[in-house]
């Protein structure tokens, strides 16, 4: 059984434009203790998947009725605001891109930990102050007596962005979710934090969501991988078989873009001619189908659903023929 299993999840915004359909009926799962990526370009809808699994979607956004957020037997869609707040920053956690936002530039690096420890757990300030320094020292922060009493000015974006996962970290979660934590970070110091953050959920045994929008990342530390394209997972399944055979025109055609696998640089997913429609008008039919090479009539009028597929999931009228013809392919070559 997964410990968080997403079903049909939609999450709209009322705008005077009309309604956003930034996340449109999406489904994916996280593993006891897996680390799942999830990938797409930017206005894909994966922020707005954390947000909702964080209940943090704020007026005029709403989670649609019949959404499914199940974590741990219970569904996160339909629990009140103060269990839901019990759950956040507790079972599961988060961490953002930016961390210098998201650090209180007027408390110390340490006190922000030992506030995040004590909203968890009852304990004493010199207690409290041991397990601030024990997480920053997990989290590979040198000399961790002395940074303490830093401020985030006076932190590197990296030791930042180390901070912050203690933070997340300092309430024992179940679940991290990563928001593309490295994104605003150099290539070294972006390979350091991912490496931690695979050490980490080796050592704590917890599950991680780590949504990015470079593929590099995802075949470095994610064992799952649900690719989004316009509100919706289009492809989900384990890395290591997306990355050998993708089902979905779209994968394909964004492991195309990468130049070498294993590297760590950014690696922009807009190499695709066109560009992601608009959330207020998502196209009828195939929403890839302006810019899929295989696109047929069928496509452009009826919406393929996520179905079994190779050993994921994909949602492409396609995938059973084009799955014949490549291994046609295979036996010929
Ligand atoms: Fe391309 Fe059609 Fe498959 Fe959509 S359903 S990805 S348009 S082949
Ligand atoms: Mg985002």
């Known amino acids: 059984m997964p410990l968080l299993r997403v079903r049909n999840l939609r999450t709209h915004f009322h705008t005077r434009m009309g309604v956003m359909k930034a996340v449109d009926g999406v489904d994916l799962e996280v593993g006891e203790g897996k680390t799942l990526g999830i990938v797409g370009e930017s206005g894909s809808g994966k922020s707005v998947i954390a947000l909702s699994i964080m209940g943090l979607i704020e007026s005029p956004g709403h989670v649609v009725e019949d959404s499914r957020i199940l974590f741990d037997g219970r569904d996160l869609a339909r629990l009140p605001e103060p269990e839901m707040q019990a759950i956040r920053g507790n079972a599961i956690s988060m961490i953002f891109q930016e961390p210098m936002t998201s650090l209180n530039p007027v408390y110390t690096a340490g006190n922000q930990i030992i506030e ?79 490496e931690l953050l ?13 949504i990015t929008h470079d593929l590099g990342v995802v075949a470095e530390i994610c064992d799952d991988v649900a690719v989004m394209y316009a509100g919706r997972v289009v492809e989900r399944g384990p890395v290591s078989a997306i990355f050998r055979n993708p089902q979905h025109p779209y994968t394909e055609a964004l ?13 922009p997913l807009n190499v ?5 429609p608009s ?11 302006a810019r899929c090479n295989y696109a047929v009539e069928r496509c452009r009028c009826e919406e ?11 949602a492409c009228w396609l995938r059973e023929q084009r799955r014949r013809s490549r291994s046609e392919g295979a036996l010929h070559a």
């Open 198 to 210: 695979r050490e980490l959920r080796q050592r704590l045994g917890m599950s991680m969501i780590l």
């Open 304 to 314: 393929p659903a996520l179905a079994e597929s190779g050993e994921g999931w994909a």
């Open 279 to 289: 959330p207020l008008h998502w196209p009828r039919g195939c929403r890839f189908a």
């Open 255 to 267: 492991l195309r873009s990468i130049p070498l696998l294993g590297m760590t640089q950014a690696m």
């Open 272 to 276: 695709i001619p066109g560009k992601v």
């Open 116 to 194: 995040a420890i004590r909203l968890h757990r009852k304990i004493g300030a010199k207690e409290a102050r041991e397990c601030a320094i024990e997480l920053l020292r997990l989290v590979g922060i040198p000399s961790p007596e002395q940074r303490f009493s830093a401020y985030p000015h006076q932190l590197s974006g990296g030791m930042r962005q180390r901070v912050m996962i203690a933070m997340a970290l300092a309430c024992e979660p179940r679940l991290l979710i990563a928001d593309e934590p490295t994104t605003a970070l150099d290539v070294t110091i972006q390979a350091q934090i991912l």
